[in-house]
Nanobody
Framework: QVQLVESGGGLVQAGGSLRLSCAASGGTFTSYAMGWFRQAPGKEREFVATISWMGGGNIYYADFVKGRFTISRDKAKNTVYLQMNSLKPEDTAVYFC????????????????WGQGTQVTVSS
């Protein structure tokens, strides 16, 4: 059974940085895509970034994080990262890691496995 465990969340001031990690286990991820999503209180879960596990690592970002967030993966460690710079108070949310068998995708419903989430709070 695929398991995803996020870490790295916390409290940071506006303009600061955090790096989230997602450790994946229990599967063979060669044909998988990994994604980061977030959910703020009272809002729907939304797409942040996605990367394919193998090959050149196809990547796609939500418009609101382009130029600020960077997704990457370490295949040897089965870990996906989300480097978040220039954080804003509106980035405050629970951030989730997700995995799907297939190409990169942005829709929540297309992902098969989810982590428990890690809280990111950005103070103004």
């Amino acid at each position: 059974q695929v398991q995803l465990v996020e870490s790295g969340g916390g409290l940071v001031q506006a303009g600061g940085s955090l790096r989230l990690s997602c450790a994946a286990s229990g599967g063979t991820f060669t044909s998988y895509a990994m994604g980061w999503f977030r959910q703020a209180p009272g809002k729907e879960r939304e797409f942040v970034a996605t990367i394919s596990w193998m090959g050149g690592g196809n990547i796609y970002y939500a418009d609101f994080v382009k130029g600020r967030f960077t997704i990457s993966r370490d295949k040897a460690k089965n870990t996906v990262y989300l480097q978040m710079n220039s954080l804003k108070p509106e980035d405050t949310a629970v951030y989730f890691c997700a995995a799907r068998s297939g190409p990169i995708a942005t829709m929540v419903g297309t992902y098969d496995y989810w982590g428990q989430g890690t809280q990111v709070t950005v103070s103004s």
